[in-house]
């Protein structure tokens, strides 16, 4: 594959870390054995213990075994990576930085920092690297979410990054959007007529947006029960698919014109407070149950819980958006942990026919649906109905779905993991598919008046059993309608 990057330095903060171990190291081979890095590209990890380079190779070399598979690793890429590799021990917190910028000096790569860290440290980080000139374009910070507790630190946060690094900048990562399926949004909207011109309120019913997960706080008690469900899921990953969902069509397809439009639909959405949050939101908390054939605990029964907690570990809430485009059709937004499978999707249902001419065979006409998985198994569906062959007097009708999986129909390419794509975007400056500011501040401000409204009105987590699809109340929420979760 022909080599079109620019040379950069990757430098990743706290990268002894769950996050760089998990996504990052694996996300970077990858860019490498797909000859996506420069020659001169280094990836220079930065934490608190003490390593040597040789040192480093192999606990990353160690860390690659863990999380990828065993087919995706071959010896001539690692070694080309290991060459990559090189250490840093520094105290973030500290002024001690001039051993990072004596590992950057007399390299003409471009500087592009992965804050892996809590962001009560990006202040400090960014403060370091001001101190050592290191902060000067065409450097580019990387900040992980969640950015901020709430609108009011959120801004503190930004503000404070806002002081050592410009706008342009900085690159807030949503790993939502660097998965295929959500960027095929864009093309299945813009690039089809078929569904362009079937895209408000005219055609469409109702919208969906799922993300389930199976698992529980996995050893996060603390850091989870801080955040919950709304904070850690809605406010950045759902809010982002409903904007890319419902924006309008951007001018061109780059950084400003996309953010712009993605805006204009946050600013859209209908405030939730304490007058209308009983009949447009469902918090739950899940008790003991089974997820598959395993048992698990109750959230305040899991490691480090306090039973006093009313922490929400599931939302489900109905979204309204005030434009034109979007009038009377609801966004019905569910995500929760201990769910009976693992599964992110958006579900756009159609309007139903105005008159059934089949009504003899079939009395109710089910709505077409488009079905864009983006989680585990990435693909779009539609589904539609057609007669059934055969010679018979009545026409009969059966539900069919047309089913475009990524993995079946593009066989011999791989699906490369989101990071990737965010990291390599980030490598040449191009920021479409990360987050501005102002996104990340009016979600805050949707997001706090719910939780304003949750407190006003005292309102509790409603229990559901692990392995379930969340408290009744949630299925309450889409019946007051006269309509029902996509299952």
Request: net charge negative.
């Amino acid at each position: 594959m022909e080599n079109r990057q620019q040379s950069c330095d990757l430098i990743l903060f706290g990268v002894k870390g769950d996050l760089a171990r998990r996504k990052l190291l694996p996300a970077i081979y990858q860019l490498d054995k797909a000859g996506l890095l420069a020659a001169g590209t280094r990836v220079i990890g930065v934490a608190r213990e003490s390593a040597s380079d040789s040192e480093f190779c192999a606990s990353v070399e160690q860390t690659l075994k863990q999380f990828v598979a065993v087919e995706e690793i071959d010896k001539t890429t690692f070694e080309r990576f290991c060459k990559r590799l090189q250490y840093v021990s520094l105290d973030f917190s500290s002024d001690q930085y001039q051993a990072l910028a004596d590992k950057l000096s007399g390299f003409d790569n471009t500087p592009v920092y992965y804050l892996a860290t809590p962001p009560s440290l990006y202040a400090a980080i960014c403060k370091g690297l001001e101190q050592r000139a290191l902060n000067l374009e065409p450097a580019r910070v990387i900040l992980e979410k969640p950015i901020g507790h709430d609108l009011a630190s959120s801004k503190e946060i930004n503000q404070q990054v806002g002081q050592y690094f410009k706008e342009s900048q900085i690159y807030r990562i949503d790993h939502y959007l660097g998965k295929e399926t959500v960027l095929n949004l864009l093309a299945l909207r813009f690039a089809n007529s078929l569904f362009s011109s079937n895209w408000d309120h005219n055609a469409i019913d109702h919208i969906q947006i799922t993300a389930a997960e199976q698992v529980g706080v996995e050893g996060r008690w603390s850091y989870y029960d801080d955040a919950g469900q709304l904070r850690d899921m809605v406010q950045n990953h759902l809010l982002q698919v409903l904007a890319l969902i419902a924006m309008e069509p951007p001018s061109r397809l780059d950084a400003d014109s996309i953010r712009e439009e993605k805006l204009k639909v946050l600013k859209a959405l209908r405030p939730i407070d304490e007058s209308n949050s009983h009949i447009t939101t469902v918090r739950g908390q899940y008790s003991a149950g089974f997820v598959g054939s395993k048992q698990v605990p109750a959230y305040l029964g899991e490691e480090g819980a306090q039973a006093d907690s009313d922490t929400e570990t599931f939302v489900a809430l109905k979204a309204q958006l005030d434009n034109w485009r979007w009038s009377g059709v609801p966004f019905y937004l569910r995500t929760g942990k201990r769910m009976p499978e693992k599964r992110s999707e958006v579900v756009i249902t159609f309007k139903e026919q105005p008159h059934n001419i089949f009504h003899e065979t079939t009395s109710k006409l089910p709505a077409n649906k488009l079905i864009i998985r983006l989680q585990p198994d990435e693909g779009v569906e539609v589904q539609m109905l057609n007669k059934i062959p055969g010679l018979g007097k009545n026409m009969q009708l059966k539900a069919t779905t047309l089913d475009l999986s990524f993995d079946e129909t593009f066989e011999k390419k791989r699906i490369a993991d989101a990071y990737e794509r965010l990291l390599l975007e980030a490598i040449n400056g191009n920021q479409y598919l990360f987050v501005h500011r102002d996104e990340v501040e009016h979600a805050w401000r949707w997001v706090d008046g719910i939780l304003d409204a949750w407190q006003t009105t005292e309102e509790k987590p409603k229990s559901y059993q692990a392995g379930t699809w969340g408290p009744v109340a949630a299925i309450s929420l889409l019946a007051h309608d006269g309509r029902q979760w996509d299952e």
